[in-house]
C-alpha cells in the first residue's frame, strides 16, 4: 500500500485520499451550478470538532465565503467544510454574504454540526448571485452520501474543479510516538493562479493530534514553499483558500515544535503541499508540461523566491517552454528585472542536465539535445546558479500555450 | 500640413518625421543580419553636435551598447546614433563590448562624427555575436544614404524593426517666443514590452534650443507618462533605450522650465513619446487590438499607476479582451492584487461608455453592446475610478491571442 522514498520521514500512500487520515468522511454531487452535469457541490465531514487552520488570498476584494470562514475559524476549530464550484460568490454585496451564511446554516444543520463550525468555499465566475435552490438542494442530498461510498472522496475532488483537467490528491502517513498518523490533500485551481493563494482551493484533512496554533504554524510554512511558490499566469483571485482539518484520531502524543517527531510531520505535510501545488501548476489552464524554476546563489532565501517566481512568470520563458526553445535570453532577462541583487558577471543557466550559460557566457550546446529534453509532456527544469550567495529557492509553473488564450478568451460568454 | 488638436499648444504634422526637425539626416539598409531581407543597421546623423539626453532598461543585464552610449552621452551631447536589428549584443561578454565600441568608432569616421559623440543601439536575439563583417559593411553604405533619399526616414524606422508590423513615428511643431520649433521621434519594440524600458528603441530628434540637463529632464518625465505605461507581456529587456537630441537650428530663446513656452514645449514632446508609446502596445505581439486603462480616484498618482498596470498586465484581462469577453471579474481581481490602498467597497468599472460595476456591485448591462464594443480593432478602454481619492493614471497595452504564443514559441529556433 505505501512506498517509502528515500531518505524521507514519511510514507507515501499511493491511493489515499481526504477520507484515508481517521475520522472524515466526504461527498460531491451536481446540484446545478455548472452548465454541464459535472459535481459542483461538495463536503468534508469530520466525527469530532476537529483542530483546524486556514490560508487565505491576499487579494483586496474578499469573497463572501471567506469572510464567513474566517468567522467559524476564530475558535481554531472546524468539523465541515462545505464548497461549491461554478460560481464564485465574489463580489456579490450583501446578498452575496447572506447567502454564504445560509450555506454555512444549511450544511450545518444537514451534516448535524454546529455553525460556527462550518468552512465555506465557492470557485467559479465572479459577479454572479449564487442560485440559492440550487445550493440547497445539493446540500440536502449529500448527507446521504457521506460515508456510504466507495468513491466518496472522488466524488468530492470532482466537486471542486472548475477548468481543471484532473483532480489533484496526495497522502502520506507519519509514525508519531509509535502511532501512525495521516496526512491527506485535495485541492483545485488551474487559471489565475499566481503566488498568494491565486483561485486555488485546497483542503488537508490528518488524524494527529496537533494544537490549532501548530497547525495554523505549520500550514503558513507549508504554503510559503508550495502553494505560494506556484504560478500559471500571474493572477491572484478573490476566493483562495486552503484549510487544514485534524481529528486527532491517531492517539499520539500532542504534536508541538518541541515533539520529537516534529520535523517528521512537517515534512510530510509539506509533501502533500507540494504534491497538489506542482499538481496545480501541471494542470494550469492549457498545459503541456510542468516547468520547475530552481535558482541557487542567491543573496537570500527570499531573494531567491523573487527570481523563481519571475522566471516562472515570465509570459517570454513560457511561450518558450511551449515552443520547445532553449532561448535562455528570456531567462536571464527575467533574472535581471526580478528586482533582486544579481552579479551580471556570474549566472550559470542549465535546462535539465544541459548548460547554456556560464558565467554570463553562452555555452555551445547540443540543440538536439535541448529541443528533445525540451519537448517532453512532463517535466522540463531551468536550474539558475546565480553564484552570488547560499539562498535557494523552488518555483513551479507551467507553459503559455494556445489552449490557454483559447480558455481565457471565452471562458465567461 | 499641421492639425491643430483642440487646446493643445502644439501642432501635429501629419507625416512628419524624424528628419523634419532642422539638421537631422538618417537612413538604413540591410547589411545581413536578419535573414530575411528587411533593413538591418541605421542611423540619424546631426549637422551639429546636439543636445541629448537618453533613458536606459532597469534590467541588471545591460547589454554592451548601452555602456557604450552612456559614455558617449557623459558630455551630455550626440552628433549621431547607430543602431542595427536582428541581433542584441547582449550577454556577449568582453568580444560584445569591443563589437558595441567598434560600431561606435567605424560609424564615427564613416559619418565624419566625433567618436564620443555616436549612440550605439541594438535589438534582437540575445547571447550571439555580431557578425562583423555585415555591420562593417552596413556602416560603410550608410553615408550615401543619409540626406540624399527622399524615404531616408522610412529606411531608418524599417531598419529598427524587429517583430513589429509597422514602424513607429511622430511629429509635432510648436511656436517657442515666435519660433516654431519641431520635435520628432521614432520607435521600434512589440515584444518584452513592460513598463521601465522594456526592448524597445525610441529615438527622438528636434530643432529647438535647450540645454542637455532641461532636456534630460523632461525626457524622463515623459518617459514615466508613456514609454512606462505600456506593457505587452510584461518582461522588461536588456537593450532598451530612449534617445533625444536637439539639434538648436529653431533659433529659439533657450529652453528652461523657467521659459513661458516651456508647458507648450513639454506637452508637445510627451504627445511624441505617447504616440510612440501607444503604437508600440498596439502593435504588441500578436495583438489585435489597444487596450487602455485609466484609473481616477486612487490615493495617489503612482498608486493610480501601480494599478492600470496591474491591470493591462493581466494575462486573464487581455485573454478577455482578445476574447470581447465584458468579464470584468478579471479586471477588479487584477485592481485587488496591485498591492494599492483600494476601498472594496467603491469601486466603479467602464468598457467604454458601458457601466458594468458601480460601488463593487455588478451592474445589469446590455451584453450584445459591450460585445460590439470589445469586438473593434481599435481601442478598447478599460475605465476604473477607484471613487477612494484623487489620483490618476493611464496605462496601455493590447490583448493576449493566439499569434502572441505562435510568435514565441518559435522566435529563436
Not at 491517531?250 to 510531520?265: I, Q, R, V, Y
Not at 498545459?287 to 541557487?296: G, I, Y
Not at 523566491?305 to 532561448?327: E, H, R
Not at 550559460?357 to 512532463?378: C, K, M, N
Request: proline share 2%; hydrophobic share 45%.
Amino acid at each position: 500500500m505505501g512506498t517509502n522514498v528515500g531518505q524521507q520521514s514519511f510514507t507515501i500512500i499511493e491511493n489515499g485520499t481526504i477520507v484515508t487520515p481517521s475520522g472524515f468522511t466526504a461527498g460531491g454531487l451536481h446540484c446545478g451550478l455548472k452548465k454541464t452535469s459535472r459535481n459542483d457541490i461538495g463536503a468534508i465531514r469530520c466525527e469530532v470538532p476537529a483542530t483546524a487552520a486556514a490560508v487565505y488570498t491576499t487579494n483586496v476584494f474578499q469573497a463572501a465565503p471567506l469572510k464567513v470562514t474566517r468567522e467559524s475559524l476564530s475558535n481554531g476549530r472546524l468539523q465541515a467544510v462545505i464548497v461549491n464550484s461554478g460560481n464564485a460568490n465574489a463580489c456579490t454585496g450583501q446578498q452575496g454574504e447572506e447567502d454564504a451564511y445560509a450555506m454555512r446554516s444549511a450544511a450545518a444543520r444537514e451534516l448535524g454540526v454546529a455553525e460556527e463550525d462550518v468552512a465555506v468555499a465557492s470557485t467559479g465566475v465572479i459577479g454572479e448571485l449564487l442560485k440559492m435552490d440550487a445550493v440547497h438542494s445539493g446540500i440536502t442530498a449529500l448527507p446521504a452520501q457521506l460515508g456510504n461510498e466507495a468513491n466518496e472522496a472522488e466524488q468530492f475532488s470532482q466537486a471542486i474543479l472548475t477548468t481543471d483537467l484532473v483532480k489533484k490528491e496526495a497522502c502520506v502517513s507519519v509514525v508519531v510516538n509509535g502511532k501512525t498518523v495521516t496526512i491527506a490533500g485535495a485541492a483545485k485551481g488551474s487559471g489565475m493562479i499566481h503566488p498568494n493563494m491565486a483561485t486555488m482551493l485546497a483542503f488537508m484533512t490528518s488524524d494527529a493530534v496537533i494544537g490549532a496554533e501548530a497547525l495554523q504554524r505549520l500550514l503558513r510554512q507549508a504554503t510559503n514553499h508550495t502553494f505560494n511558490m506556484i504560478t500559471v499566469d500571474g493572477d491572484t483571485s478573490t476566493n483562495d483558500m486552503l484549510v487544514a482539518m485534524s481529528s486527532g484520531y491517531a492517539g499520539n502524543e500532542e504534536l508541538t515544535m518541541d515533539h520529537p517527531d516534529w520535523d517528521a510531520f512537517a515534512a510530510g505535510f509539506t509533501y502533500v503541499c507540494e504534491v497538489l501545488a506542482k499538481a496545480i501548476a501541471r494542470d494550469g489552464e492549457g498545459a503541456t508540461k510542468l516547468v520547475e524554476v530552481q535558482v541557487t546563489g542567491a543573496v537570500s532565501d527570499e531573494s531567491a523566491q523573487a527570481i523563481a517566481k519571475t522566471v516562472i512568470g515570465s509570459s517570454l520563458v513560457k511561450s518558450a517552454m511551449f515552443g520547445a526553445d532553449a532561448n535562455w535570453g528570456r531567462i536571464i532577462a527575467a533574472v535581471g528585472r526580478a528586482g533582486q541583487p544579481v552579479n551580471p558577471d556570474t549566472v550559470d543557466i542549465r535546462l535539465g542536465d544541459i548548460s547554456v550559460l556560464e558565467q554570463s557566457r553562452p555555452v555551445v550546446f547540443d540543440e538536439e539535445a535541448a529541443l528533445a529534453y525540451l519537448q517532453t509532456d512532463d517535466t522540463v527544469r531551468i536550474i539558475v546558479d546565480l553564484n552570488h550567495g547560499e539562498g535557494t529557492a523552488i518555483a513551479w509553473g507551467c507553459d503559455l500555450t494556445y489552449d490557454y488564450v483559447r480558455i481565457n478568451a471565452a471562458y465567461r460568454t
